[in-house]
């Protein structure tokens, strides 16, 4: 997976892929679904994720135009990246990987055997398809082609799935995970919030600020019994799981 970055361009990196990869390890191998990725590119992540849905006997389901980005709404032209202090711009064509490139950079580095391959936008091809997955994984720039992967895929993931997404620290992508308004109309449900939103998971020192990526990830349903409780009580949090020892004079209080 190190070499695959260094010899395909890539828009992501290889330890957002490293995280991908490891949750899609601890879905239980009974849990029915395939992989689902959402804008390829050159095909770098395709060729990544490939590796491991070939090891969990999975398929990859991949999307893109393969023409590059659409025509961006006046929404997406510009993107602002507060944790960043960067506006991002967009148009027409750019992230351009055609169908051929990405065949060819899967073949010689990836699995192609379980890749399926899925061209057009995604208004297009998104509504035929009606696979259950375990995992999506979307990394679509603009905000509206955001929209429609999660609009026709979310209903597909199982409970307990996992939906990451790229370009997380743009307000225009986290804040659809937080719209209530948004959710309610096109699905039915509360929006589940993003863990990342607006840095990113902690991967790369963000210079002189803090831990960072592009990446973040929320899960579906997740099953309540997988949380710990953990009373407040007062200004201090007591994890009732911990194990750390009271003094005498903390049990004296309590
Ligand atoms: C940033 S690139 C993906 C980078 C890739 N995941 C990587 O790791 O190198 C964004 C991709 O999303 C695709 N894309 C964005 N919006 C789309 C849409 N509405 N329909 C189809 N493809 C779209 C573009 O064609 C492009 O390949």
């Not at 025509?71 to 960043?84: C, K, Y």
């Not at 990987?97 to 060819?104: A, F, H, P, S």
């Not at 509206?144 to 597909?156: G, I, M």
Request: glycine residues 8%; hydrophobic residues 35%; proline residues 4%.
């Amino acid at each position: 997976m190190i070499r695959n970055n260094r010899k395909i361009i890539s828009g992501s990196t290889f330890i957002e892929h490293i995280a991908i990869a490891t949750t899609i390890l601890r879905i239980p191998k009974d849990t029915e679904g395939v992989v689902v990725e959402c804008g390829t590119y050159k095909g770098v992540s395709a060729a990544n994720l490939s590796l491991v849905c070939a090891f969990v006997n999975r398929k990859l389901e991949i999307f893109d135009s393969f023409e590059g980005l659409p025509t961006p709404s006046r929404q997406d032209a510009v993107h602002t990246l507060l944790s960043r202090r960067e506006i991002h711009t967009y148009e027409r064509g750019a992230w351009n990987g055609t169908l051929d490139e990405v065949k060819n950079n899967i073949q010689k580095y990836g699995r192609p055997d379980v890749c399926y391959f899925n061209k057009g936008f995604f208004d297009q091809t998104l509504p035929n398809f009606k696979q259950k997955a375990i995992l999506v994984w979307v990394d679509v720039d603009y905000r509206s082609s955001l929209e429609t992967c999660v609009k026709y895929l979310w209903p597909l993931l199982q409970d307990g799935g996992y939906f990451f997404t790229h370009e997380v620290e743009h307000s225009e992508i986290a804040s659809l995970f937080f719209s209530e308004s948004w959710w309610r109309e096109n699905l039915n449900t509360a929006p589940p919030g993003m863990i990342g939103a607006g840095t990113g998971l902690g991967f790369k020192i963000l210079t002189g600020s803090h831990f960072s990526s592009s990446l973040g990830y929320t899960i579906k349903n997740p099953n309540k019994q997988a949380f710990a409780e953990v009373p407040q009580i007062g200004g201090m949090k007591v994890n009732l799981s911990s194990s750390f020892k009271l003094t005498s004079c903390e049990k004296g209080r309590s």
